[in-house]
């Protein structure tokens, strides 16, 4: 067998377009609609989605897999994380080698992009300790599903973004899933229901795919600024009661957290959700530069 490898750039059209849209199909919720809005949609911010594919020699799909970068910018001052999944190989390709050449196809994209791990999730022992662990992942602390392949360790002449952007707002895509990854692969703060509490690291894809299900794409948002001189970068999100999530990366003391918070909830429910037009109005420096 020598298949026809392709590395592709969402959205995807097109016969190859068609065919993941028929895999796809056969994912269960969330990990469906997230993968469709994937497919489909074009990229509104810094991040993006590749998928790499195989294909046999009538351009039939035999192996492919999917690779979201993190938006570098945003995440400047902490680890950026990749995040690859929906590895699939149907059955009858199984056993020859597919699923460990593409796992290394997407895992040297990746690194080529400089960011400093690659994380995937899977709660499957075999593929863990059998499969993937073999190939370098390691798993994380705390979370059973999350595994970490560490690019610093394997690459010495890293790329490193030097880019410094302190005061952003941003509505999240689909295409965000690495740089929402990113942030739940650090230990955080989690603030729920007015309950403060350290969280992570953790695996949070089913989660960041739950919410486009039955919500507007623009229920999550992204916030990065400074706190008396210190920074801070927080994902927000609503629960299915509409109560809003933070997660915020923020290295000081607990009572700066909660006055970072409660500026995030007045500025997050004072923005229209149906109309992402309304955060490029926004000055990000007059709300995100808390004292």
């Known amino acids: 067998m ?45 991040t993006k989605t590749y998928i790499i594919v195989g294909l046999d020699q009538k351009l ?6 999917w690779i979201s970068l993190p938006d570098k910018i945003i995440l400047s001052g902490w680890e950026s994380s990749a995040f690859i999944f929906n590895v699939y190989v149907p059955l009858k390709y199984r056993g020859k080698g597919l699923g460990k050449h593409i796992v290394q196809m997407a895992c040297s994209t990746a690194k080529s992009e400089g960011v400093d791990y690659i994380l995937l999730a899977t709660n499957q022992l075999e593929l863990r300790d059998n499969f993937y662990s073999k190939l370098g ?13 560490n690019c610093r360790l394997r690459k010495k002449n890293r790329f490193n973004l030097k880019i410094d952007i302190n005061y952003i707002i941003r509505a999240v895509s689909p295409h965000d899933l690495a740089t929402i990854q990113s942030i739940c692969a650090h230990k955080h703060w989690r603030h729920e229901n007015g309950n403060i509490s350290i969280s992570g690291p953790i695996e949070c894809e089913e989660d960041f795919s739950a919410v486009f299900v039955n919500k507007t794409i623009f229920s999550q948002f992204l916030l990065k600024g400074k706190y008396h001189d210190n920074n801070f970068l ?35 429910k004072g923005i229209k959700l149906n109309n992402h037009l309304e955060l490029l109005k926004l000055k990000p420096k007059t709300f995100l530069n808390f004292h």
């Open 137 to 149: 992942f390691e798993p994380l602390d705390n979370d059973p599903w999350l595994m970490r392949y």
């Open 60 to 65: 039939g799909l035999i192996a492919s897999i």
């Open 234 to 268: 927080s994902w927000v999100s609503y629960d299915e009661s509409g109560e809003l999530i933070q997660r915020i990366l923020y290295d000081y003391n607990e009572k700066g957290l909660i006055n970072i918070s409660g500026n995030l909830l007045k500025l997050i």
């Open 2 to 46: 020598n298949p026809i490898w392709a590395i592709l750039t969402c959205p995807v059209h097109g016969s190859i377009g068609k065919a993941l849209r028929g895999q796809i199909q056969k994912f269960p919720q969330p990990w469906k609609t997230h993968a469709l809005l994937c497919l489909n949609l074009k990229l509104l911010t810094a």
